[in-house]
């Protein structure tokens, strides 16, 4: 029962993402300036430091930007007509994603400024050797890309959506892999009982594992090998 209810708010609160990705043409923008950031901690070997820093600057954009879709619609939903009041809630709220981008923006800079420091000075060889925190960006990169997905099907109503929680499942298991056999034989058993579940309730095809698989193993070799 807890289970249960566990993953229906995992799954309603992934719709409210999928929906703002989708409908959203700011989201999309912070999406796309997500990606290159990530690529470049990638490339760059960032530390764990930068590393914390970077996911919470862009997780600050993305939730504050969903706030704000969700101010926008409860006004919609009141009152279609103009009003001042509605106008200033509107305008106070895309204010605080403004100021909030602002703030990422300048946070970034602080966080990439000595990396460009140090291949302008010492060219290619002046990358820092590979960080264990290079997993957690790559970790974060395909979650935000199968929500990409997710949101394009979401966008032609087709239920060939991949699953966000079997995505991060499969990308466990390959991760532990390389560390533990034992332990991605439980991330597997959890998986396999996972995808069994929800099959059989329809609420996944397919079509959707075979996307999580690229997404999230091909995408681990992949970035493995261009950036690690």
């Known amino acids: 029962m807890i289970w249960g209810k566990f993953l229906r708010s995992f799954v309603y609160a992934s ?29 760059f070997h960032f530390n764990t430091m930068d590393t914390l820093i970077i996911l919470f600057a862009i997780g600050l954009v993305i939730g504050f930007e969903m706030v704000n879709t969700a101010i926008e619609a ?13 106008k200033i ?5 895309a204010g605080a994603i403004l ?18 420091t140090l291949i302008y000075q010492e060219g290619w060889k002046g990358r820092l050797p590979s960080q264990p925190s290079f997993f957690i960006l790559q970790g974060f990169f395909l979650l935000l890309f199968t929500y990409v997905v997710k949101a394009y099907w979401y966008k032609k109503q087709s239920n060939y959506e991949p699953n966000v929680l079997v995505g991060n499942l499969l990308y466990l298991f390959v991760l532990f892999y390389f560390i533990n056999v034992l332990f991605s034989l439980l991330v597997f ?22 996307q999580n698989g690229l997404i999230s193993i091909g995408g681990f070799f992949l970035l493995y ?4």
């Open 89 to 93: 809630a509107k305008d106070v709220a």
């Open 15 to 43: 719709e409210g993402i999928t929906y703002s990705l989708a409908s959203q043409r700011n989201m999309k923008a912070h999406f796309t300036i997500a990606f290159i950031v990530l690529l470049l901690g990638m490339w």
């Open 225 to 228: 090998n261009l950036f690690y």
């Open 189 to 210: 058993f959890l998986l396999t009982n996972y995808l069994i579940m929800i099959l059989f309730k329809k609420k996944f095809t397919w079509v959707g594992f075979v």
């Open 74 to 86: 409860t006004i919609d939903l009141v009152t279609q007509e103009f009003h001042p009041l509605a």
């Open 99 to 116: 100021m909030v981008t602002f703030t990422v923006v300048f946070v970034g800079l602080v966080v990439l400024f000595p990396y460009l």
